[in-house]
């Protein structure tokens, strides 16, 4: 397929939309959802963490030394394991008791590590330095007993029973219990997106696909009539294509009519013309030759001789070009060969004339007008009716091209008697019909079959015709890219070989 | 011999009905497909030259009418498109021959005497009946080689008689193949013309059938 300019594969185009489209979609999404799940799970944490630090403050007591202490163990067995990840500490940051304590280290932080879990074994955690309000709950990041990251909420109580004493509480656990999740979601995450994105290039596929089938169809319906095997582009097509297709025939059916018309108007031209001619030259003939208007006479018939030439050729010509470019052209050869035998069977029964159709299979077909087609084979039948002792042959053929282009004749003789026949040059068109008409009448030298095809040149005048047949048919033939040419008949007469482009 | 000639053109139809007139034959005229469908169906043509582009009814409509009706008398077309599908199609319903306009009178005659001799189931371009012998393409009458001189009645009488040679031909169909159809008939002319060939030709040639006609008893 060749590409103009705008042009492309309009599957191409849509697939490219779509699938960008779908990739920009799953993107945008997974990046988003992403970040939800993540947000998600560190306000969890958050609030697991704050749940603990909360259970943490109502399970501290003061007792009578103003030494913090814990109630009861947190439930979760996770701060008794050493490292586990999960932690808590309560430092004390002022104590009245303890004024020394305050005044010695000029340092807010009082005893650090007051009290630990478990988990924190004799790891102290550092608290970065920002000294809240009380009740304030404050998160750090920062690096837990192991090294790894660690998430840590602090609040500064003051105890109801103490209100002089503050109290920093903090719960820590491994950032990784953050990550992790978020991590394994996201990878499930991506997977899903991908599965997505693939599932949606497909579909998108299958529905350009679908989508574009008319299109096919349309193609396989333009093609059909350029090559002649229909009229018009059948069937329904979907309310987009319709429209085109319907515009189309209608343009076809428009062709054909102007063809149709042209060729009435120059039948009726010709009927119009032709009759006051057949008038005019009568009368002259009827002019005896020793009277005064003799040479009026003479003049009159040799003009209307010439006038009728003219409007003969000129009418086969003019509607022959008309016809030669109007796609979806086919004619069938075997009704109108049969045709013309017929006519010429009728037409010399008197003189026991044997014309035969000797072959030509059904499916050949001629790629172009009935009209010119009858034109053709009727010049070259008549001519060779015209010119047999006793048998006119006709047959025709398919010629492949590259093919040796074996003559398809029952006389094997028929090669030989062919001077120029296969060694015709020139580029051959695909596939093309080849019809054989032989008769077996006086013939024609080698160098008088050439000239037989120039305008109103006759063989013999004795014959009645015009000296246009031949010519026609050549001009016809050429004009739909064809040929027309003489050569010896193994019949003994003639043999013209029409060739003319096949409609599959 | 009787022609209709159908031709809407009243130049050519003059001038056909003239050059077949002049050759021996009774010419009727139709102008249109009508009068010629009509004159085809209830008249007796030997031959008929009909030009295919009619007013009213066209010319091939008329012929497959006839046709169809039976009527079986050679028919030569005139067609001025010059289309051989026309021509194919004009045969299909029933023509002889065909000519394309413009063409040469002589050559009308040749076909339109051809026809009307194939028709008659004669194959040579003469007819002979013993000594007598109709050359129909000069339309000329010898008898032992002898030229036979006739008027025109005297003629179509003797070229009727000698196409249905052996066959017995009543004085109606001889009337019906002789006059053109405007022309005042009288059967009791026929026994005229008859009397006055009698004499011309060798004796017995032209035998009377009680009650039926005549005939025209070929000696072996």
Same mark, same amino acid.
């Given at each position: ?43 969890? #944490? &958050?609030?697991?963490? %704050?749940?603990? /630090?909360?259970? *943490? !403050? $109502?399970? =501290? @007591?003061?007792? +009578? ?119 394994? #979601? &996201?990878?499930?995450? %991506?997977?899903? /997106?991908?599965? *997505? !994105? $693939?599932? =949606? @290039?497909?579909? +998108? ?127 069938? /050869? ?5 045709? =013309? ?164 | ?220």
């Amino acid at each position: 397929m060749s590409r103009g300019p705008g042009g492309g594969s309009l599957r191409l185009r849509l697939l490219a939309g779509t699938l960008v489209w779908v990739l920009l979609t799953v993107v945008v999404a997974g990046w988003a959802l992403g970040r939800m799940f993540a947000e998600h799970v560190e306000r969890q #944490f &958050q609030a697991e963490l %704050a749940t603990h /630090l909360n259970q *943490l !403050a $109502a399970h =501290l @007591a003061i007792d +009578a030394d103003g030494r913090p202490g814990l109630g009861a163990a947190l439930s979760d067995p996770r701060f008794a394991r050493p490292y586990s990840g999960l932690y808590w500490q309560i430092d004390v940051l002022a104590d009245a008791g303890a004024e020394g304590a305050r005044g010695q280290g000029g340092d807010a932080v009082g005893r650090p590590g007051a009290l630990r879990s478990r988990s924190l074994w004799d790891v102290v955690l550092a608290v970065p330095r920002d000294l809240p309000a009380d009740g304030q709950l404050h998160a750090h990041d920062t690096e837990g007993p192991d090294g790894a990251p660690l998430r840590m909420i602090e609040q500064v109580l003051r105890p109801a029973e103490r209100p002089d004493m503050a109290l920093r509480v903090i719960v820590a656990a491994n950032a990784a219990l953050i990550a992790e999740p978020v991590a394994r #979601f &996201q990878r499930l995450l %991506a997977i899903a /997106l991908a599965l *997505l !994105a $693939a599932g =949606l @290039a497909v579909a +998108a596929l299958v529905q350009v696909r679908v989508g574009l089938r008319p299109l096919a169809r349309l193609r396989d319906g333009l093609a059909a009539v350029r090559e002649g095997r229909s009229g018009a582009i059948d069937g329904r097509f979907p309310a987009e294509i319709q429209p085109l297709v319907e515009e189309f025939n209608a343009v076809l059916a428009r062709n054909a009519e102007v063809v149709a018309r042209a060729r009435t108007h120059a039948g009726n031209l010709a009927h119009a013309v032709k009759t006051p001619l057949t008038v005019l030259a009568n009368a002259a003939a009827q002019t005896r030759d020793d009277a005064p208007e003799a040479a009026l006479a003479r003049l009159v018939r040799d003009q209307v001789a010439l006038a009728r030439t003219q409007v003969d050729y000129h009418l086969a010509r003019s509607r022959a070009a008309a016809a030669v470019d109007v796609p979806g052209l086919r004619t069938p /050869l075997r009704p109108v060969l049969e045709g =013309l035998l017929r006519l010429m069977d009728k037409v010399h029964a008197g003189r026991g004339l044997v014309v035969r159709l000797c072959a030509c299979p059904e499916e050949l077909a001629f790629r172009g007008e009935a009209q010119d087609l009858q034109e053709m084979l009727g010049n070259l039948v008549d001519n060779a009716c015209k010119w047999a002792a006793g048998r006119v042959e006709v047959r025709a053929a398919r010629l492949d091209p590259g093919a040796a282009q074996p003559h398809p004749t029952a006389h094997p003789a028929g090669a030989a008697a062919d001077p120029h026949g296969d060694g015709e040059p020139g580029a051959r068109t695909p596939a093309r019909l080849r019809i054989l008409i032989d008769d077996d009448g006086p013939g024609l030298a080698a160098d008088a079959r050439e000239a037989v095809f120039g305008r109103g040149v006759r063989a013999d005048e004795r014959t009645p015709g015009s000296g246009l047949g031949l010519s026609i048919v050549r001009e016809l033939a050429r004009l739909y890219g064809g040929d027309a040419r003489l050569e010896a008949s193994p019949l003994g007469g003639l043999r013209a070989v029409l060739e003319l482009p096949l409609a599959r | 011999m009787r022609i209709l000639v159908v031709e809407d053109e009243p130049t050519l139809a003059a001038q056909l009905a003239a050059t077949l007139g002049g050759a021996g034959y009774a010419v009727d005229t139709a102008a249109n497909g009508r009068d010629a469908g009509y004159m085809g169906e209830v008249e007796a043509f030997d031959a008929v030259v009909l030009d295919l582009g009619l007013p009213i009814v066209d010319g091939l409509t008329v012929l497959k009418r006839w046709r169809a009706l039976g009527r079986t008398m050679p028919v030569l077309i005139l067609t001025a498109r010059g289309d051989w599908h026309e021509k194919v199609a004009g045969i299909d319903a029933g023509a002889d021959d065909y000519l394309t306009k413009p063409f040469h009178m002589e050559e009308l005659l040749a076909r339109v005497r051809a026809l009307i001799r194939r028709a008659a189931g004669q194959a040579s371009a003469e007819i002979a009946c013993g000594p007598l012998v109709l050359d129909t393409r000069s339309g000329r009458v010898s008898v032992d080689g002898q030229p036979l001189s006739l008027t025109s009645h005297e003629f179509r009488v003797l070229a009727y008689l000698i196409h249905h040679a052996g066959e017995v031909v009543s004085r109606t169909e001889l009337t019906e193949h002789i006059y053109a159809q405007d022309y005042d008939r009288d059967s009791n002319t026929i026994e005229v013309f008859v009397a006055r060939l009698r004499k011309k030709l060798p004796p017995g040639l032209i035998e009377t059938v009680r009650g039926l006609g005549y005939r025209l008893a070929c000696p072996q």
